[in-house]
């Protein structure tokens, strides 16, 4: 799905990535947990855990987007996710801080699938090691390196589809130093085992996901350290990659928020 406030329809049975979620009328991840920091700012590593669901009830609906024109608020719904995903990337691996995403999804007025993208909130997190890939990296602040996922402009949550770029944050690195600053990382998950439900009322699914098959581009504008770091992260990769998508997800149907009658302009 490209960014942007009109709906994509889709068609055809949902993906591996989707398919339990589907049968049971939920798709996105429990979220409000992902602030955006400022940057240079790091996040303890979550060891792959997949991010905790107590807090379900205060989930933030606020980046719910509008709805298209012509739907029906009860067959639509607004979905939020959390994820807890680890990185391999070139020669770096990481535990990024839990990232979330909100979108709708629903039926569109031809009976087709449609979607609508709402926003992505995440946080830096410290690459080991830091510039220099040493100790050094890791106790000079100066030499200090955070990586932080940023949407890439396309997604579909019945396919398991999203794009991501990710920026590349220190005291050293120019601003706007980022892989997939051009073309962003395409991700195509697969699903590790089946969902779990957590919880009926409000609805909480966990699952698992993958993709071990993604390419990694090199990094962009990053000045006279572009060469160099490059060559510390190891990229480009074309292979040896890996995301793992530990995540929970709920979601509330149109008619259940304030903007349940809230539409796209024309």
Same mark, same amino acid.
């Given at each position: 799905?490209?960014?942007?406030?009109?709906?994509v329809?889709?068609?055809?049975?949902a993906?591996?990535f989707?398919?339990?979620?589907?049968?049971? =009328?939920?798709a996105?991840?429990?979220?409000?947990?992902?602030?955006?920091?400022? $940057?240079?700012?790091?996040? %303890?590593?979550?060891?792959?855990?997949?991010?905790?669901?107590?807090?379900?009830?205060? *989930?933030?609906?606020s980046?719910?987007p509008?709805?298209?024109?012509?739907?029906d608020? %009860?067959?639509?719904?607004?979905?939020?996710?959390?994820?807890? $995903?680890?990185? *391999?990337?070139g020669?770096?691996t990481?535990?990024?801080?839990?990232?979330?995403?909100t979108?709708?999804?629903?039926?569109?007025?031809?009976?087709?699938k449609?979607?609508?993208?709402?926003?992505?909130?995440?946080?830096?997190?410290?690459?080991?090691?830091g510039?220099?890939? *040493?100790?050094?990296? /890791?106790?000079?602040?100066?030499?200090?390196l955070?990586?932080?996922?940023?949407?890439?402009?396309?997604? /579909?949550?019945?396919?398991?589809?999203?794009?991501?770029?990710?920026?590349?944050?220190?005291?050293?690195?120019?601003?706007?130093?980022?892989?997939?600053?051009?073309?962003?990382?395409d991700?195509?998950?697969?699903?590790?085992?089946?969902?779990?439900?957590?919880?009926?009322?409000p $609805?909480?699914?966990e699952?698992? %996901?993958?993709? /071990?098959?993604?390419?990694? $581009?090199?990094?962009?504008?990053?000045?006279?350290?572009? =060469?160099?770091?490059?060559?510390?992260?190891?990229?480009?990769? *074309?292979?040896?990659?890996?995301?793992?998508? /530990?995540?929970?997800?709920?979601?509330?149907?149109?008619d259940?928020?304030?903007?349940?009658?809230?539409?796209?302009?024309?």
């Open positions: 799905m490209t960014k942007s406030a009109a709906p329809p889709r068609s055809g049975p993906a591996p989707r398919r339990a979620a589907v049968l049971t =009328g939920a996105a991840v429990l979220a409000g947990t992902a602030a955006v920091c400022l $940057p240079g700012a790091a996040y %303890a590593s979550s060891g792959g855990r997949v991010p905790s669901v107590t807090t379900v009830s205060e *989930t933030d609906f980046d719910c509008a709805l298209p024109d012509g739907v608020p %009860a067959r639509w719904r607004c979905e939020v996710h959390t994820a807890a $995903p680890r990185l *391999t990337m020669k770096v990481a535990d990024l801080a839990p990232i979330t995403m979108h709708a999804e629903g039926p569109m007025p031809d009976g087709s449609g979607q609508v993208w709402g926003a992505m909130h995440s946080s830096p997190t410290a690459i080991p090691g510039l220099t890939g *040493t100790p050094a990296g /890791d106790h000079a602040a100066v030499l200090g955070a990586i932080q996922p940023e949407y890439g402009g396309r997604s /579909d949550f019945y396919t398991g589809q999203f794009s991501l770029r990710f920026r590349l944050l220190g005291a050293l690195v120019p601003h706007g130093c980022t892989i997939g600053a051009g073309d962003p990382v991700f195509q998950l697969k699903r590790s085992g089946p969902s779990t439900w957590v919880s009926q009322n $609805p909480v699914i699952f698992s %996901a993958y993709d /071990d098959t993604f390419t990694a $581009p090199a990094a962009a504008h990053c000045g006279p350290l572009t =060469g160099p770091l490059n060559r510390r992260l190891g990229l480009p990769a *074309t292979e040896g990659n890996l995301l793992s998508y /530990d995540a929970s997800y709920t979601f509330k149907t149109y259940q928020l304030p903007t349940a009658g809230l539409h796209n302009e024309t």
